[in-house]
């Protein structure tokens, strides 16, 4: 069993931390036998993998929790606390549940003499590889702090730029979710009411009006149906998309979307140029850290064309000919890099790079609203247009003659 104890030593400093123990009295003894006065000792509450699972899934951590988290651990160990009481102190005002349980295993392992990258690298779905592989760096170069502060300002960009992205899609994809929700309702509430009407008067109408009489009539008695159809293509979309295959297929679409593809690309350079620069700096070797940045880019076509900058390098060559011969990433990216390789100043060029196409995404960002908004307002008015045309052309047919 875990016990968590508080106990004051000699000279009155009073200290914290967890030990195991079969029972209470033993760990009580435990701090006895090593000179300490027992304060309190109380039984670690033991979480079960279903129970550790289940929070995952509801909380999980986001890029802002853990940009709160490593801010917090780089001013602690710049204050000279340990590594553990660090860890503790963070832990203690964590209110993600799952995240104060992945601090304690990681607490747990540490004490154990498991070094803090390995304790890190046990929780994949937390830390990346790029998080393991700076906090390792630290640790062998005897400045953990550094490697944290560089990975809390790191994941605060990430979060940034992911910030960006939402709000860019939020508007379009709410007018688009309203607008389907809307259509609808009106094929199967709606319209059967007002066609009802030419039924009832048996008038000749358009063909086009006869064809929304079909619809209306179909969707009114088969409504559950189109609307389980419905939710089964979207979810069936989703789960596809978050297949191995389906995210290629979902990253190579985004690419080509106008306007929204530009965004994607310039996000993804800005991640690639941000990330590299920070491994770099934190004496990471430049072959496993395009590995790394690599993972962390989040998009396959991004993926394979920077593992093969690392194959060329690794075989002698130069990252910037690969960027060069590709497609996604601009001819000034690969010829600023190429110009930061051959002045021995390839982070500081990356970070540059990484500048400005964060001001990029900025400005489509800040634009987007503006050129998107047009669009969907003329195709929300060519729906209610030939709807309207369709309905009330007969219904003043219907006049004229009466």
Same mark, same amino acid.
């Not at 027992?38 to 951590?61: A, F, N, R, Y």
């Given at each position: ?173 709410? $007018?688009?979710? !309203?607008? *389907?929700?809307? #259509?609808?309702?009106?094929?199967? =509430?709606?319209?059967? @009411?007002?066609?009802? &009407? ?39 979309? $989703?789960?596809? !998309?978050? *297949?191995?295959? #389906?995210?290629?297929?979902?990253? =190579?679409?985004?690419? @080509?979307?106008?306007? &929204? ?142």
């Amino acid at each position: 069993m875990k016990f968590q104890f508080q106990a004051k030593k000699s000279n009155g400093e009073v200290i914290s931390g967890r030990l195991d123990a079969n029972n209470s009295e033993s760990a009580v003894a435990m701090l006895q036998e090593k000179g300490y006065i027992p304060i309190k000792v109380q039984k670690e509450e033991e979480i079960s993998e279903t129970m550790k699972d289940l929070q995952h899934l509801w909380e999980g951590v986001n890029l802002k929790e853990l940009s709160v988290f490593f801010r917090q651990l780089a001013t602690l160990i710049d204050a000279k606390v340990s590594i553990v009481g660090s860890l503790q102190a963070v832990s203690e005002q964590m209110e993600n549940a799952f995240f104060k349980i992945v601090i304690s295993e990681m607490l747990s392992d540490i004490e154990d003499g498991v070094p803090f990258s390995e304790a890190m690298a046990k929780h994949p779905d937390v830390f990346e590889n790029l998080a393991v592989s700076m906090v390792k760096a630290g640790e062998l170069s005897g400045n953990v702090q550094r490697s944290v502060m560089f990975l809390a300002e790191n994941t605060e960009k990430n979060y940034e730029l992911n910030a960006k992205i939402r709000g860019a899609l939020f508007y379009p994809a709410f $007018v688009l979710s !309203a607008a *389907t929700i809307i #259509g609808f309702i009106v094929f199967t =509430v709606v319209l059967p @009411k007002l066609t009802g &009407i030419f039924k009832d008067m048996s008038v000749t109408v358009p063909w086009y009006t006869t064809v929304l009489m079909v619809i209306g009539d179909f969707m009114a008695q088969w409504w559950w149906l189109v609307g389980g159809m419905m939710i089964f293509v979207i979810g069936g979309a $989703v789960y596809y !998309a978050k *297949t191995e295959d #389906g995210k290629k297929e979902m990253d =190579v679409l985004k690419m @080509k979307i106008p306007v &929204i593809g530009k965004l994607f690309q310039y996000v993804y350079i800005s991640r690639f140029s941000e990330n590299l620069a920070v491994l770099l700096d934190g004496g990471i070797p430049i072959v496993r850290a395009l590995v790394i940045v690599s993972e962390v880019v989040n998009n396959s076509s991004f993926q394979g064309v920077i593992l093969r900058a690392a194959d060329e390098v690794k075989s002698g060559g130069a990252m910037s000919t690969v960027f060069a011969r590709s497609e996604l990433f601009p001819p000034i990216v690969s010829q600023m890099i190429k110009i930061g390789e051959n002045a021995g100043k390839i982070s500081e060029v990356l970070m540059h790079t990484s500048n400005f196409y964060n001001k990029e995404t900025d400005r489509i960002t800040a634009n987007l609203s503006t050129m998107l908004e047009p669009i969907l307002i003329t195709f929300l008015g060519l729906g209610v247009g030939v709807l309207v045309f369709a309905i009330l052309m007969p219904i003043y047919n219907m006049a004229g003659q009466m």
